[in-house]
C-alpha cells in the first residue's frame, strides 16, 4: 500500500519561503504523475500544483510565478518550493497522486503571518 510522508512546513512571516517534501513508498514513483493539495481551516481541499511523469508542470493561478513543484525519481520525492508567501497561503498541505487516489498522509501545517 502507497504512503506519502510530508515534512517541511512550519512558521513563516509573510514574504518569507518554505519548501516542502514529501517522500512516497509502496508505489513505482517514478510512473505517477504527482500534485501538491492544500486545506484551510473550513475549506475544502484544493490542487496547488502537479507535475507530470515527465516533468511537466501546472500550477493553479493563485500560486503561479510563486510556487515551484518538482520531483526526484531516484529518491522517491516531491518538492514544494514555496516564495512569496501570503497569510492566505496558510493551510495543511498534502501531496498526492494527481489523480487522488493514493492514500492521504498527515499533511505538513504552513503558517503565514501578517
Known amino acids: 500500500q502507497a504512503q506519502l510522508v510530508e515534512s517541511g512546513g512550519g512558521l513563516v512571516q509573510a514574504g518569507g519561503s518554505l519548501r516542502l517534501s514529501c517522500l512516497a513508498s509502496?508505489?513505482?514513483?517514478?510512473?505517477?504523475?504527482m500534485a501538491w493539495y492544500r486545506q484551510a481551516p473550513g475549506k475544502q481541499r484544493e490542487l496547488v500544483a502537479d507535475?507530470?511523469?515527465?516533468?511537466?508542470?501546472h500550477y493553479v493561478d493563485f500560486v503561479k510565478g510563486r510556487f515551484a513543484i518538482s520531483r526526484d525519481n531516484a529518491k522517491n520525492t516531491v518538492y514544494l518550493q514555496m516564495n512569496s508567501l501570503k497569510p492566505e497561503d496558510t493551510a495543511v498541505y498534502y501531496c498526492?497522486?494527481?489523480?487522488?487516489?493514493?492514500?492521504w498522509g498527515q499533511g505538513t501545517q504552513v503558517t503565514v503571518s501578517s
Open positions: 509502496g508505489l513505482i514513483f517514478r510512473l505517477n504523475a
Open positions: 507535475i507530470s511523469t515527465g516533468g511537466f508542470t
Open positions: 498526492n497522486s494527481r489523480d487522488a487516489t493514493l492514500s
